[in-house]
């Protein structure tokens, strides 16, 4: 008498309670995207900032270099 522990065991469920469950899924499913979409959206926001913050400093640097090297033929 050998038993088989390999078969996959199959449960039949009520149609109208599958579809319940898989609605309730699906609503579970949206609100995981809506929060994950908005902590990317977030993310997305504090690294522009830092990036719009980099690239003033970069443009205020390089100003400030033409004006040294300007400087001296404006006022000679």
Known sequence: MTERNDRIPSVVTDPKDFAEVLERLN???EKVEFVHSEIAQRI???VGRDIGILYGAVVGILIFLVYLSIKPWLFG
């Open 27 to 29: 609503k579970i499913d």
């Open 44 to 46: 997305g926001k504090k």
